[in-house]
């Protein structure tokens, strides 16, 4: 299997990972378990993705049936925005580790750069952005020095074999950088062809850290949730190099990214399209293809919370 060896501990991470986001309640353990016969060994999770306990669940009967060892797994999660506090983080953490059944992460990342009051999880869990009124919760008072140091202290203490950024521009990474004991490994963005972030991935590299591309197929993941936009999966650039490579849309899209080191974690909740996403490695776009694919970037971005309240304008 195609890895990154992550600075600081060359833990390997996976290039093609299984993303949890959306992945149905009722459904998550079997297409976990499906999803690691396939050959899957990343389970990108999150707490606010409502599903650890069901993915945990996944990752069990796997182990229990033989397929896996927990060692052979990768499993990543994130700290909500309402846990950014000193006291918030390790709690979480561990709550947590708790619904997935597991002692360690791989990974665990502040999913993004914006404090939220907190939400006490015996009142609401996940606490997403809104309260019980459907106002954006209101925002927190944790510089991201103090998280972070906090979540510094789940490595020291084996909750967390590395530790990571996600949602993060170019400036917030100079900032940490000042005052990061142990620096983030992994930053994981959105990133398509219509949203390249070619200097956000150059920079990232200069600096040792490891890039995990989401929402792969760009606008595809949005459509359920109301988003308007040209698919990319029907765009003739890529339509035109799925049929050259004899290969699908989605698969180009994957390995425009693999190829460059740049790790994927696309979700489905179909086993055949699972099986097709983790088959993604299997051929090599030429340089011109790949040059084609990034110049159909126009900065389209689809997870934007400034859409949610102009208050959490971080891409701005
Ligand atoms: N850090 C963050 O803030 C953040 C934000 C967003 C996502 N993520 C992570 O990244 C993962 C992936 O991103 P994503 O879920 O937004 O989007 P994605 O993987 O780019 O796309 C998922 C969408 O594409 C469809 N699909 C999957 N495989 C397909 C195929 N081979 N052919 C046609 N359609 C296909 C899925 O439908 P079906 O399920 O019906 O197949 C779903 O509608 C998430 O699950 C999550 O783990 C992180």
Same mark, same amino acid.
């Given at each position: 299997?195609?890895?990154? +060896?992550?600075?600081?501990? *060359? ?9 949890? !986001? ?62 950014? @506090? ?43 952005? !809104? ?16 998280? !972070? ?60 850290? +490891? ?30 190099? @799925?049929?050259?490579?004899?290969? *699908? ?6 390995? !425009? ?5 740049? +790790? ?7 086993? @055949? ?44």
């Amino acid at each position: 299997m195609a890895t990154i +060896a992550l600075a600081r501990t *060359t833990h390997k991470m996976p290039l093609v990972g299984f993303g949890l !986001w959306k992945v149905t309640n009722s459904s998550c353990a079997d297409t976990v378990y499906n999803a690691i016969k396939a050959g899957y060994r990343l389970f990108d999770g999150a707490g606010d993705y409502g599903n650890e306990k069901e993915a945990g669940e996944g990752v069990r009967r796997a182990i229990k049936d033989g397929l896996v060892k927990r060692e052979d797994l990768f499993i990543t999660s994130k700290l909500w925005n309402t846990f950014h @506090a000193k006291e918030h983080v390790k709690p979480m953490a561990k709550k947590q580790l708790g619904l997935w059944g597991l002692d360690y992460f791989d990974l665990f990342l502040v999913h993004f750069p914006i404090s939220l009051q907190y939400v006490d999880p015996a009142e609401r869990y996940p606490p997403e952005w !809104w309260d019980a009124t459907k106002k954006v919760v209101t925002l927190g008072s944790t510089p991201m020095h103090e998280t !972070w140091k906090e979540m510094e202290a789940l490595v020291d203490d084996g909750l967390a074999k590395n530790i990571g950024r996600s949602n993060c521009q170019g400036s917030v990474l100079v900032d940490m950088l000042t005052y990061a004991r142990i620096k983030p490994q992994v930053l994981q963005i959105e990133l398509h062809p219509f949203l390249s972030q070619d200097a956000l991935v150059k920079f990232a590299k200069t600096l040792g850290i +490891a890039i995990t591309a989401y929402s792969s197929f760009g606008p595809q993941s949005y459509f359920e949730l109301g988003a308007d936009g040209q698919s990319l999966f029907t765009h003739n650039v890529v339509a035109a190099l @799925a049929k050259q490579h004899n290969k *699908t849309p989605a698969q180009v899209l994957l390995r !425009w990214a693999t190829q460059r080191e740049i +790790a994927v974690i696309p979700k489905s909740n179909s086993e @055949a399209r699972l099986k097709e996403n983790f088959d993604c490695m299997s051929f090599d776009l030429k340089p011109e293809e790949i040059k084609a694919l990034s110049d159909l970037n126009c900065n389209f971005r689809l997870n934007d919370p400034s859409e949610i309240d102009p208050r959490l304008a971080i891409f701005a």
